[in-house]
């Protein structure tokens, strides 16, 4: 059974740090494209950062660029998702997924595999 497990939000002040932990099982996440996505209440799904499959490349939208780090470790596959400077605005459900391609998307629906999120609230 394919299944992928977010881990590591929480409850964190203004410019604090998380790290966002997405664990596979059933599949090696190595194969894959791996984008973080999230949802706050009331909006729609958004990408936040993506890695390609052999990490060629690596995407993050403008607002969390050079806050926010994606990273992958194969041995435990693991993809990461590194988060500082947090604001309150970054509050939401954060979801990894995985897309069978070489490439990252933007586009929720290409994405074939999501894990079940992880709350992350920025409030002091």
């Known amino acids: 059974q394919l299944q992928l497990v977010e881990s590591g939000g929480g409850l964190v002040q203004p410019g604090g740090s998380l790290r966002l932990s997405c664990a596979a099982s059933?599949?090696?996440?190595?194969?894959?494209?791996i984008g973080w996505f999230r949802q706050a209440p009331g909006k729609e799904r958004e990408e936040v950062s993506c890695i390609s499959r052999g990490d060629l490349t690596i995407h993050s939208v403008e607002s969390v660029k050079g806050r926010f780090t994606i990273s992958r470790d194969n041995a435990k596959n693991t993809v990461y998702l590194q988060m500082n400077s947090l604001k309150p605005e970054d509050t939401a459900v954060y979801f990894c997924?995985?897309?069978?391609?070489?490439?990252?998307?933007?586009?929720?629906?290409?994405?074939?595999?999501w894990g079940q999120g992880t709350q992350v609230t920025v409030s002091s």
């Open positions: 059933g599949f090696t996440l190595n194969a894959y494209a």
């Open positions: 997924a995985a897309r069978t391609s070489w490439y990252c998307s933007g586009s929720v629906g290409e994405y074939a595999y």
